[in-house]
């Protein structure tokens, strides 16, 4: 177990409960549509007893991307904490079969293993509620320095940051991966997440990111600009690549000092965008970790998202290799 | 909680771990394609280990049925036993979730919750590996003979004849619903589930059953015959209705002497046979239970079945009784 890897994803592990629900529904539970929430144990509880009828499918949005780099055929590992119970058991099991490399150990004490309800509105766009639980749990000293020296990329996930004790785990993670002369990625993942975090996103994106993920309003919120253009200038000032998404109008990404446009990817039926964000970045870091120019990550980025907006689920169900064999030849 | 119910399902409470197989899958791991095997905790996790990602949702046989009752609008209970577990509250979850009553507490000891490995093969058929665990655990004892008194039919599984005890609350569930003078239902599940119990299974139908589910194979194999219409007859001479499953060609209906075939519903997209025969009872039992004929009742069969295998997972997504709604008027 001691090849090299593409990507290192250090995230939440997290089983999704996705159910079907109007917005009434989303009115009645305090839930603002399209964002993630934080609840505790009884809020857990009581939103769970609201729900309909579920299915439960392995998430976390670091460990979605690290199963998309998997699909395309990269090598991927992904870092984060689950306990010894039940859905401890189906996260390891569905990361590791997905051909990820998933070197932390249960915790045999602690929170019970962490889970987000996903409520799908008719138009597809999905709203959150995440306990934490055991993911909440990491530290660093679940990051093993040897793991992130190993990948070329080591990817973080900005929901991490809502827990002290893990937010340390990423400040270790992405000191070892640049004592190791490895590039270091960012999502900021939620713009309550950088409503949140901004003071210290800003600090990390300053000194510490290679290469920042964000949707629009995101990265705006992190700069407190209105413009995006704005945004991805002050951020294209500290990190080599910045890859700002907008949903059904692609990407951009500024590279280099280059800044390149690229088409969303066309997507049939449009079913539940829960993990198109994650599944943008895996293609994104497979195709930089491959060499590839930031038009054809892009590319990548946009054609994984749109296998996974195409289903119910936050991981690809088609391999994305297959899929991606029109862009590399 | 006492107010009448048009059925009461009693059968094996299991969670669904669905995943996407194929036939050299089967092989490798001795599984015979359609059928259902019984596999211990060892082989559960060995078998899991070898599985890809999976999809959870919540299944079994007799659930799956007083689901869809519930899903076309009647009223219906579920008798089966979970663990005191994770699993355990995702089952006890869904079926509530689904308005489907469910009476009997969760086990405080005792094997984990059980769980069903399903491999769907490109062809959409299922292959089912069962570890009963907690639901093989069902004894007489959880079968309250009130809420059985309050449904017009009371539908038993053959599944669950695999464990004695839980045989023994079959048997005082019939006895239960005959003397509040309510119907008694069976399907025989399974082929292999017949083979192992043609006896008891013959001596149920005989003495117990007033509605038969069962495939042509099943039947054929209860009376050892090689002609389904022998099998047919035979089970007309002790029950007063037997419907006869026959996938893409719909069902025969024997009922009250007269003969009834009745087509198949239209399918678009075949995905996941799981749950076919089970939403068809569901149809079936409900315009049984509202006075609807022997050809209605095979209709709302027909139509509750084509919706469950248009998707993954064996409950419906759809409601049925919007989609009835061209039958029913």
């Not at 917005?23 to 009581?46: C, N, P, S, T, Y």
């Not at 070329?152 to 827990?163: H, I, K, M, S």
């Not at 000194?207 to 992190?222: P, S």
């Given at each position: 177990?001691?090849?090299?890897?593409?990507?290192?994803?250090?995230?939440?592990?997290?089983?999704?409960?996705?159910?079907?629900?109007?917005?009434?529904?989303?009115?009645?539970?305090?839930?603002?549509?399209?964002a993630m929430v934080l609840i505790?144990?009884?809020?857990?509880?009581?939103?769970?007893?609201?729900?309909?009828?579920?299915?439960?499918?392995?998430g976390g949005s670091a460990a979605n991307t690290a199963v998309g780099v998997a699909s395309f055929g990269g090598d991927a590992a992904f870092v984060g904490r689950v306990r010894d119970d039940q859905l401890g058991a189906v996260f390891a099991h569905d990361i590791r079969a997905a051909g990820v490399e998933f070197p932390v150990r249960p915790a045999t004490d602690g929170s019970p293993s962490g889970r987000s309800l996903i409520l799908v509105t008719p138009d597809a766009e999905r709203t959150m509620a995440t306990f934490l639980g055991a993911s909440g749990e990491l530290t660093s000293a679940d990051v093993d320095d040897a793991v992130i020296g190993r990948a070329?990329?080591?990817?973080?996930?900005?929901?991490?940051f809502d827990r002290p004790p893990a937010k340390e785990a990423y400040f270790r993670a992405a000191a070892a991966a640049h004592r190791a002369r490895?590039?270091?990625?960012?999502?900021?993942?939620d713009v309550f997440c950088v409503e949140r975090h901004r003071d210290e996103?800003?600090?990390?994106?300053?000194?510490?990111?290679?290469?920042?993920?964000?949707?629009?309003?995101?990265?705006?919120?992190?700069?407190?600009?209105?413009?995006?253009?704005?945004?991805?200038?002050?951020?294209?000032?500290?990190?080599?690549?910045?890859?700002?998404?907008?949903?059904?109008?692609?990407?951009?990404?500024?590279?280099?000092?280059?800044?390149?446009?690229?088409?969303?990817?066309?997507?049939?039926?449009?079913?539940?965008?829960t993990g198109a964000g994650d599944l943008y970045a895996a293609g994104f870091l497979y195709g930089l970790t491959r060499g590839h120019d930031a038009e054809l990550c892009g590319r990548l980025g946009s054609l994984a998202a749109a296998e996974v907006i195409s289903h119910v689920g936050a991981r690809p169900v088609a391999n994305l290799a297959e899929l991606a064999e029109p862009l590399l030849g």
């Amino acid at each position: 177990m001691h090849h090299p890897l593409d990507v290192v994803a250090v995230g939440n592990a997290l089983l999704d409960v996705l159910t079907a629900g109007d917005e009434a529904f989303l009115a009645e539970h305090g839930m603002v549509k399209g964002a993630m929430v934080l609840i505790d144990a009884d809020q857990a509880d009581r939103l769970y007893a609201g729900m309909g009828p579920a299915v439960e499918v392995s998430g976390g949005s670091a460990a979605n991307t690290a199963v998309g780099v998997a699909s395309f055929g990269g090598d991927a590992a992904f870092v984060g904490r689950v306990r010894d119970d039940q859905l401890g058991a189906v996260f390891a099991h569905d990361i590791r079969a997905a051909g990820v490399e998933f070197p932390v150990r249960p915790a045999t004490d602690g929170s019970p293993s962490g889970r987000s309800l996903i409520l799908v509105t008719p138009d597809a766009e999905r709203t959150m509620a995440t306990f934490l639980g055991a993911s909440g749990e990491l530290t660093s000293a679940d990051v093993d320095d040897a793991v992130i020296g190993r990948a070329a990329v080591t990817f973080l996930e900005g929901y991490l940051f809502d827990r002290p004790p893990a937010k340390e785990a990423y400040f270790r993670a992405a000191a070892a991966a640049h004592r190791a002369r490895r590039r270091v990625a960012l999502t900021l993942s939620d713009v309550f997440c950088v409503e949140r975090h901004r003071d210290e996103f800003r600090r990390l994106v300053r000194e510490q990111v290679d290469v920042l993920f964000a949707n629009e309003l995101e990265l705006c919120r992190l700069y407190e600009v209105v413009e995006p253009d704005d945004a991805l200038a002050a951020a294209a000032d500290h990190c080599e690549t910045v890859a700002l998404t907008r949903s059904e109008r692609g990407s951009v990404v500024l590279h280099a000092g280059a800044r390149v446009a690229v088409p969303a990817h066309p997507v049939e039926h449009l079913v539940d965008t829960t993990g198109a964000g994650d599944l943008y970045a895996a293609g994104f870091l497979y195709g930089l970790t491959r060499g590839h120019d930031a038009e054809l990550c892009g590319r990548l980025g946009s054609l994984a998202a749109a296998e996974v907006i195409s289903h119910v689920g936050a991981r690809p169900v088609a391999n994305l290799a297959e899929l991606a064999e029109p862009l590399l030849g």
